[in-house]
């Protein structure tokens, strides 16, 4: 699959991103999983960007599961894993919006607009995510 890389945006930048490979995504599956990091890059309660070949995400281990979501906030260019992370919501580093990551929505203003998450698949410790791939994606890969 070729995409253009997405630009990371280190004005926030606190976390290291982990790196999967050059950026590449580095396996996936026939049922369109795509391993994002180990579940051990990722401490308890606490969240990392992870830059893989078509996007950006970000990764939250919590007392609830794993849960991947687009990195960036809806309401302006803020990478969420720069912001605060209690329980299953995320909070911008930049104007404060909250999100849940259990569902994507957006819980205060100025953000108006859900976060994208994926489904999470954990297989021998390692955090995968399914991507809904068109036929076109597929025969790219
Ligand atoms: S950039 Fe996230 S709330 Fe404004």
């Not at 280190?10 to 930048?13: A, I, L």
């Not at 687009?70 to 894993?81: G, K, N, S």
């Given at each position: 699959m070729q995409v253009a890389a997405v630009p990371t945006d280190?004005?926030?930048?606190k976390r290291r991103p982990l790196e999967t490979g050059n950026g590449a995504i580095i396996a996936m599956t026939s049922d369109n999983l795509v391993k994002v990091c180990e579940l051990s890059d990722i401490p308890l309660n606490d969240m990392r960007c992870v830059s893989l070949s078509d996007r950006n995400v970000l990764v939250a281990n919590t007392e609830a599961g794993v849960f991947v979501a687009?990195?960036?906030?809806?309401?302006?260019?803020?990478?969420?894993?720069d912001g605060n992370l209690s329980g299953t919501k995320v909070k911008c580093p930049l104007h404060g919006s909250r999100f849940e990551?259990?569902?994507?929505?957006?819980?205060?203003?100025?953000?108006d607009t859900n976060l994208v998450t994926y489904p999470v698949t954990i297989v021998d410790k390692s955090i995968y995510i399914s991507l809904n791939l068109t036929e076109s994606d597929k025969q790219k890969t």
């Open positions: 280190h004005r926030y930048r687009d990195e960036m906030c809806t309401h302006e260019d803020a990478r969420l894993c990551l259990t569902t994507g929505q957006v819980l205060d203003d100025p953000a």
